[in-house]
């Protein structure tokens, strides 16, 4: 990544929750979530939620045993594509390097701004400002010189704040925080770091570059230059989207074929609220088994026309994995995910010590 680069990424507060409490009074200041259902999952969680530990992506039985007045509110995704669609408006009035993640955050490349302004930190200020005015609802951002400090910066002062990470301060703020928040670090990943004493960017930082090949094999390189706050990934306006999908590697390895099938249902109906939440639809249901041994089998289903909904989804999914039952052994990890979708790196370089964000 160009080390010049003025990256500003927004994240909207608690979206969905947030547009659900600011269209509905009587919603403010109680803990909702949006989704649920009987074997549903939750999309999205109010900050009053967030409190009692509700996530997205947890299973509404166990949200609601975490916080028994919980109040579960029906998605309106064609809402929080309107809004999306106001917000987006925003940011195009300052550059055209607009790359949106999703429906609630986007990266944006200010390096060149439409209205002169020159100064990505009063970019931010202005762009929050006027989100605010204009949907009622609030948004956190972070101001770096790349995409990773960027994300990492606005999330730092959640809800309704903004963080700017300069140049200077950057490899001294990577190497404050714990890996697990780092892009590209997963869970597992995290876990195995901590068994080798790597908690800290300031742990990561330590270790050679071929330690780190000897470790974690092709992400040595990438891992190496996070420690020290470099990122090479640049901000490409319309990505599209290739698949959407989401994995669970269990507690506790599973073998009971009905136990495994409600665990795909339960997957299945997160990664459709992404799909509805994105405004796409696909041809094609993909299965991800991974076995305790670590052997890895997928399966794939592909329909001439666009699946429908999520039960067909869901459903498509479980009959790729009755092909699999009962297991010929245990079952670490499932992912299912969609795609043939349609919609409904820079050379690195020093990073210099001044650049007025």
Avoid at 214 to 241: E, M, N
Wanted: glycine content about 8%; aromatic content about 6%.
């Amino acid at each position: 990544m160009n080390a010049l680069r003025k990256i500003i990424h927004v994240d909207m507060d608690a979206f969905y929750a947030s547009v659900e409490q600011r269209d509905h009074p009587e919603l403010r200041g109680k803990p909702i979530a949006v989704g649920g259902g009987v074997r549903g999952v939750v999309a999205a969680a109010s900050y009053e939620a967030r409190r009692f530990g509700v996530r997205s992506a947890m299973p509404a039985v166990t949200a609601r045993r975490r916080c028994p007045e919980l109040i579960f509110v029906k998605p309106r995704f064609d809402a929080y594509r309107a809004v999306s669609q106001q917000i987006r408006a925003i940011f195009l009035d300052y550059t055209p390097h607009v790359e949106p993640l999703s429906l609630d955050e986007a990266y944006l490349d200010v390096t060149e701004d439409l209205k002169g302004i020159g100064i990505a930190t009063r970019i931010a200020e202005e762009i929050r400002a006027r989100i605010l005015a204009e949907t009622g609802l609030t948004a956190s951002a972070g101001v770096s010189y790349n995409k990773f400090l960027a994300k990492l910066a606005s999330d730092q002062n959640k809800p309704n704040g903004l963080c700017v990470v300069t140049p200077a301060r950057g490899p001294a703020f990577v190497e404050s925080l714990p890996v697990a928040r780092f892009h590209g670090v997963g869970p597992k990943t995290a876990e195995k770091m901590k068994r080798l004493g790597i908690e800290t960017g300031a742990d990561l930082k330590t270790r050679s570059l071929d330690w780190l090949a000897a470790h974690f094999g092709s992400s040595a390189q990438y891992y190496h230059d996070l420690a020290r706050g470099i990122c090479h990934r640049q901000v490409k306006a319309d990505r599209p989207y290739k698949s959407v999908s989401a994995e669970d590697t269990f507690m506790t390895d599973l073998a009971e074929p009905q136990a495994l099938l409600d665990e795909l249902e339960r997957i299945g109906r997160h990664v459709w609220t992404r799909i509805e939440a994105k405004g796409l639809r696909g041809r094609t249901v993909n299965l991800k088994v991974k076995y305790a041994d670590f052997q890895i089998v997928s399966r794939a289903r592909s329909t001439t026309v666009m699946v429908r909904d999520v039960e067909e989804f869901v459903e498509t999914g479980r009959a790729l994995l009755r092909t699999l039952l009962p297991p010929a052994k245990s079952i670490r990890l499932l992912g299912l995910g969609l795609s043939n979708l349609i919609e409904g790196e820079a050379a690195p370089g020093p990073v210099p010590l001044e650049l007025p964000l």
